[in-house]
């Protein structure tokens, strides 16, 4: 089933009347939804408007995923090398067109597309970390010569776009243990993951190692399936956001 005109109207006119969260000081509402055919499939692509970073965000939805449970979802960051650009240094464009593929074949899902270029440094920060990295650093050396945090993204916009959606639960889809962390610190319904995993090309193998080793995301190089289970920092049932968050800190 998909979002009809009535629904659209429907979140459109219900997100607009929303009462901002006074406690975080965050405010995201949906702005516009228009139907959007892809060479992945059919969607709709949903504009927000949000006042903490100004950026526009955007969720490409397939079917009506209001008041949905378990949701198959994406969480992607901008980048525009990648992306747009088909570069081979990271696994970015792979990894979109794959979750969209996939979930252009499900009845229904969600991609959020995040503008948080080069892991939220900017695109300029980015290209001088490209830099560094061609002088032997890795992705994290890089960043932190910089003077950033090996990853600057932050999801509590994700969490809000999602809330406007009506979204009560997701299956996220993701190799990266922080964005769990994150979503359900901002109060996300996290009910499983689903792996992400692509295979590597000469140019980002080295890049995807540095992502596994220092950056705890679940890719297995030895061709095992590498389960949340068996990280060495497991988010277990019943800990609390601020213990969740210690574990990445």
């Given amino acids: 089933m998909t979002l009809t005109h009535l629904k659209i109207q429907e979140l459109l006119d219900g997100d607009r009347a929303h009462e901002c969260d006074d406690d975080s000081r965050v405010c995201v509402r949906i702005a516009s939804i228009a139907e959007l055919p892809t060479r992945f499939g059919d969607f709709h692509i949903v504009a927000f408007y949000n006042n903490k970073d100004d950026k526009e965000h955007a969720a490409i939805v397939k079917g009506d995923v209001t008041d949905g449970e378990d949701i198959p979802m994406r969480l992607h960051s901008e980048c525009l090398t990648g992306d747009a650009l088909g570069s081979l240094r990271c696994d970015c464009r792979d990894q979109l067109e794959a979750a969209l593929t ?9 991609v959020l597309y995040l503008r948080q270029e080069g892991r939220g440094i900017g695109f300029t920060n980015k290209i001088r970390a490209y830099g560094l990295q061609d002088y032997g650093l890795d992705t994290v050396e890089a960043n932190l010569a910089l003077g950033f945090r090996d990853d600057e993204r932050d999801y509590e916009v994700a969490a809000h ?7 009560k639960s997701i299956q996220l889809m993701t190799n990266n243990p922080k964005k769990i962390a994150d979503l359900t610190r901002y109060g996300v319904n996290i009910s499983g993951r689903i792996p992400h ?50 574990l990445y800190e």
């Fill in 161 to 167: 776009m999602l809330k406007s959606l009506k979204v």
């Fill in 102 to 110: 996939a979930i252009g074949k499900m009845e229904k899902g969600i």
């Fill in 197 to 246: 995993v692509l295979p590597p090309n000469p140019h980002n193998e080295f890049y995807l190692r540095t992502k596994a080793a220092k950056s705890g995301h679940l890719i297995d190089f030895s061709g095992k399936e590498h389960l949340l289970e068996q990280i060495d920092r497991p988010i277990v049932k019943g800990m609390t956001a601020e213990q969740i968050k210690a």
